[in-house]
Every structure is written in C-alpha cells, then in structure tokens.
C-alpha cells in the first residue's frame, strides 16, 4: 500500500510564502515523476510544477519565478516553495507521483489535498 501525505498549506497574505510538502510512503521500488497541481472551486485540476527523478523541472507559466517544486530521493518527498503568493494561487493542492512498487507495476498516487489561501 502506497500513501502520499501533503503538508504545509495555510492562511497567508498576498506576497507572503508558504513550503509545502508531500512525503511518499509504503512499499515503494522506485519513484519516477512527482508533481504538485491544484484545483481552485470550480475549476478543473491543474499542473503547477513537476520534477523527474533526476531533478528536471517544468512549471505553469502563471508560476514560474515564483515557485520551486524540488525534491529529496532519500525521503521519498517532493518540496513546493511559494513565494510572492497572490490571490489567484488560492486552491486545493495536491501532490502526485508515479510509483513503482516492483519492477513491473507503475502507476500515478494522489494525495489527499492541502488548502492554500491567499489574502488581499
């Protein structure tokens, strides 16, 4: 059984910063993709920032040079550094990996959400 667990979402005000993050655990053989997409109410889900296993980043344009999606292999956690919040990034987060829990069985994780909420 495989969980991802999300942390450090919150109250803050527009420009301030948040750290989110997400750490995988269970049986695990390997971890390739990790992500983090959001879903404001009422809109779809989002990608906001992934990283392969190897530290290659891609970001949504409405977050680049603000945020920074990095990660620690050894922890099994992907990171989500916020900075220069503003009320539009206001969502539900969640993070996403794919994990291989043998070396024939793959699939996508989802965590169950953390709140951001940004102020005016």
């Known amino acids: 059984q495989v969980q991802l667990v999300e942390s450090g979402g919150g109250l803050v005000q527009a420009g301030g910063s948040l750290r989110l993050s997400c750490v995988a655990s269970?049986?695990?053989?390997?971890?390739?993709?990790m992500g983090w997409y959001r879903q404001a109410p009422g809109k779809q889900r989002d990608v906001v920032a992934t990283?392969?296993?190897?530290?290659?980043?891609n970001y949504a344009d409405s977050v680049k040079g603000r945020f920074t999606i990095s990660r620690d292999n050894a922890k099994n956690t992907v990171y989500l550094q916020m900075n220069s919040l503003k009320p539009e990034d206001t969502a539900l987060y969640y993070c996403?990996?794919?994990?291989?829990?043998?070396?024939?069985?793959?699939?996508?994780?989802w965590g169950q959400g953390t709140q951001v909420t940004v102020s005016s």
């Open positions: 996403n990996a794919d994990i291989m829990t043998s070396t024939w069985s793959s699939r996508g994780y």
């Open positions: 269970g049986s695990i053989f390997r971890i390739n993709l």
């Open positions: 990283i392969t296993s190897i530290g290659a980043t």
